[in-house]
Nanobody, 119 residues
Framework: QVQLVESGGGLVQAGGSLRLSCAASGRTFSSYHMGWFRQAPGKEREFVSRISRSGGITDYADSVKGRFTISRNNAKNTVYLQMNSLKPEDTAVYYC????????????WGQGTQVTVSS
C-alpha cells in the first residue's frame, strides 16, 4: 500500500510559478513510476507528466512541455512538479499517482491539490 499526499498548490498570477510536491509513504517508492494528472472543472482528468522509477525518463503533455518539469528524490520518497509560466488554462486540481507496471493503470492516487491561475 502506498499513500500519496500532494502539497504546494495555491493561487498565482499568470506568468508565475509553483512547485508541487507529492510525498509517498512506504519503503517501495523507487519501485513505482510516478505521474501527475490534472482535472479542471467540467473536464475529464488529463495526463500532465510522468517520470520513471530512477528518474531517467520523463514525459510531458504537449500543453505543458517547456514550462513544467517533473523530478523525483527517491531518498525523500517525493516527486515534484515545477510549473513555470503558468496560464489560466492550467487551473485545475493536480493529482499525483504511482504506477507499478509500465502500460498498466496507475495503482495509487493522491487526494489532489488545487492550482488556480488568475489572468
Amino acid at each position: 500500500q502506498v499513500q500519496l499526499v500532494e502539497s504546494g498548490g495555491g493561487l498565482v498570477q499568470a506568468g508565475g510559478s509553483l512547485r508541487l510536491s507529492c510525498a509517498a509513504s512506504g519503503r517501495t517508492f523507487s519501485s513505482y513510476h510516478m505521474g501527475w494528472f490534472r482535472q479542471a472543472p467540467g473536464k475529464e482528468r488529463e495526463f500532465v507528466s510522468r517520470i520513471s522509477r530512477s528518474g531517467g525518463i520523463t514525459d510531458y503533455a504537449d500543453s505543458v512541455k517547456g514550462r513544467f518539469t517533473i523530478s523525483r528524490n527517491n531518498a525523500k520518497n517525493t516527486v515534484y512538479l515545477q510549473m513555470n509560466s503558468l496560464k489560466p488554462e492550467d487551473t485545475a486540481v493536480y493529482y499525483c499517482a504511482a504506477q507499478r507496471t509500465t502500460g498498466l493503470s496507475y495503482d495509487y492516487w493522491g487526494q489532489g491539490t488545487q492550482v488556480t491561475v488568475s489572468s
